[in-house]
């Protein structure tokens, strides 16, 4: 089993909905939570750090961690179609910094 | 600043060739990262420096694989004797220090004909 589970999608959303994306992990030591967007032969871009539970926003992005129920999730307000990518999720310990566990990725469509 | 630079940005060789990949960080970033990324999966961690020191590698990192990073500036990933098997994505991140999120380059497209 995986240490983080990521739905694959494909999820399909009009333009202007709220896009709703979650990861779930099993190693409560994660601390540290992020959101990467990933276009098509590109590197992944950092969207949101979050540390330990609670909520974040900026702009169109909500991150949410619960670590008592181990389920993170991310939220894309008005959505576009330039928001159609693969959106991973990426978690990390405190002791070990440098390696990020990340998620398989879900595939978003934003259709006009 | 242009962010993480990664060159080349696709490589087709044969197998059983030595291929090397290099990666220029944020300027201002001492913590370098390596992952490996085969198509519909997440980035795998290969390994990562803090400065010109390799705190952790991966057991994914087999004797073939090698990285540097002198005078902790830019860092080369060499892989010996390819196989097929290291046909993928290789990812190259940046960050200022611990507690900040990575800045990923564009990777480079590796194909082991």
């Known amino acids: 089993q995986k240490e983080v589970e990521q739905d694959p999608g494909p999820l399909s959303v009009p333009e202007g909905a709220i896009v709703s994306l979650n990861c779930t992990y099993s190693n409560s030591a994660f601390q540290y939570f992020m959101w990467y967007r990933q276009y098509s032969r590109k590197g992944p871009e950092l969207l949101m750090y979050t540390y330990s539970s609670g909520n974040k926003e900026d702009g169109r992005f909500t991150a949410q961690v619960d670590k008592s129920s181990k389920y993170i999730s991310l939220f894309i307000r008005d959505s576009q179609p330039s928001d159609s990518a693969t959106y991973l999720c990426a978690m990390n310990t405190a002791d070990s910094w440098g390696k990020l566990q990340f998620g398989a990725g879900t595939q978003v469509v934003v259709t006009p | 600043d242009t962010g993480v630079s990664q060159d080349p940005r696709h490589k087709i060789t044969k197998r059983g060739q030595n291929v090397t990949f290099r990666c220029d960080p944020i300027?201002?970033?001492?913590?370098l990262y390596w992952y490996r990324q085969t198509l519909g999966q997440g980035p795998e961690f290969l390994t990562y420096?803090?400065?010109?020191?390799?705190?952790?590698k991966s057991r994914l990192l087999s004797d073939r694989f090698s990285a540097e990073r002198p005078k902790g500036s830019f860092s080369t990933l060499e892989i010996q004797r390819t196989e097929q098997g290291d046909s993928a994505m290789y990812l190259c991140?940046?960050?200022?220090?611990?507690?900040?999120?990575?800045?990923f380059g564009s990777g480079t497209r590796l194909t082991v004909v």
């Open positions: 420096f803090q400065n010109e020191a390799q705190l952790e």
């Open positions: 991140a940046s960050s200022p220090g611990q507690a900040y999120g990575y800045t």
């Open positions: 300027s201002e970033h001492n913590r």
